[in-house]
């Protein structure tokens, strides 16, 4: 079945005034849609990989026909990051992760501050355009780390928990090079709920 742009959960306007809504149009309707159909037609030349999802053709990158590898690395990494992206993010956001994954983060980082400050100098390191990720290996330990342009955490094994968009077209329009600015108001997005039941699902205990 071929990939699709899944709905946003909440209107363009639903994350302002920290994300404006012409930037979540362009971006979801867009940037992503663009991802999708690019993916799309890299596997129409492979119909025997119909079946996988984007995160098992994404952990299997090496085994991906090599004409359509470099596709398939870009657009469906973009589709899958994307897709998370919009999730994990939703109106009335922010605040301190409660529970369970609150507590990982704590004993993990220190403290939930700590962990903005090394996710947002992930994310203002990332030279050009890529992601800043909380991400978990297979036995839940967590991390962060930045890649580039739509590389995706599933290609070196690890799951993502929540992360963010620095390519400039997440947030140019509203903060123009200020990337400082749209990252700490990034974090008021946060969907605190939708991250916690992706942070269980990839629990070991």
């Not at 012409?22 to 079946?51: R, W």
């Not at 994954?101 to 030279?127: N, R, V």
């Not at 995706?152 to 690890?158: F, I, Q, R």
């Not at 108001?185 to 916690?196: D, G, Y």
């Given at each position: 079945?071929a990939?699709?742009?899944?709905?946003?959960?909440?209107?363009?306007?639903?994350l302002?005034?920290?994300i404006?809504?012409k930037?979540?149009?362009?971006?979801?309707?867009?940037?992503?849609?663009?991802?999708?159909?690019?993916?799309n037609?890299?596997?129409?030349?492979?119909?025997?990989l119909?079946?996988?999802?984007?995160?098992?053709?994404?952990?299997g990158?090496?085994?991906?026909?090599?004409?359509?590898?470099t596709?398939?690395r870009n657009?469906?990494?973009?589709?899958?990051?994307h897709s998370?992206?919009?999730?994990?993010m939703?109106?009335?956001?922010?605040g301190?992760?409660?529970?369970?994954l609150g507590?990982?983060i704590?004993s993990t980082?220190?403290?939930?501050?700590?962990?903005?400050?090394?996710?947002?100098?992930?994310?203002?390191?990332?030279?050009?355009?890529g992601?800043a990720?909380?991400l978990?290996?297979k036995n839940?330990?967590?991390?962060?780390?930045?890649y580039?342009?739509q590389?995706?955490?599933?290609?070196?094994?690890l799951?993502?928990?929540?992360?963010v968009?620095?390519w400039?077209?997440?947030?140019?329009l509203k903060?123009?090079n200020?990337?400082a600015d749209?990252l700490?108001?990034?974090?008021?997005?946060?969907?605190?709920?939708?991250?916690?039941?992706?942070?269980?699902?990839?629990w070991?205990a």
């Amino acid at each position: 079945m071929a990939f699709q742009v899944p709905p946003l959960a909440y209107p363009f306007d639903a994350l302002e005034p920290h994300i404006d809504a012409k930037t979540m149009e362009i971006h979801h309707d867009k940037h992503h849609a663009t991802y999708v159909t690019n993916a799309n037609a890299a596997l129409d030349k492979h119909p025997e990989l119909a079946a996988k999802t984007v995160e098992d053709l994404l952990w299997g990158i090496n085994e991906v026909p090599e004409d359509i590898r470099t596709a398939i690395r870009n657009n469906a990494g973009g589709h899958s990051n994307h897709s998370i992206f919009w999730s994990i993010m939703g109106p009335g956001g922010g605040g301190n992760p409660p529970g369970r994954l609150g507590d990982t983060i704590k004993s993990t980082f220190g403290s939930y501050d700590a962990f903005k400050e090394q996710l947002t100098k992930a994310g203002l390191g990332q030279f050009g355009s890529g992601w800043a990720w909380l991400l978990a290996d297979k036995n839940g330990k967590m991390s962060i780390k930045s890649y580039p342009n739509q590389d995706s955490p599933y290609m070196e094994g690890l799951t993502p928990i929540l992360g963010v968009d620095v390519w400039e077209h997440a947030y140019y329009l509203k903060y123009q090079n200020k990337r400082a600015d749209y990252l700490a108001a990034w974090f008021n997005t946060l969907n605190w709920a939708a991250i916690e039941v992706r942070f269980s699902s990839i629990w070991v205990a």
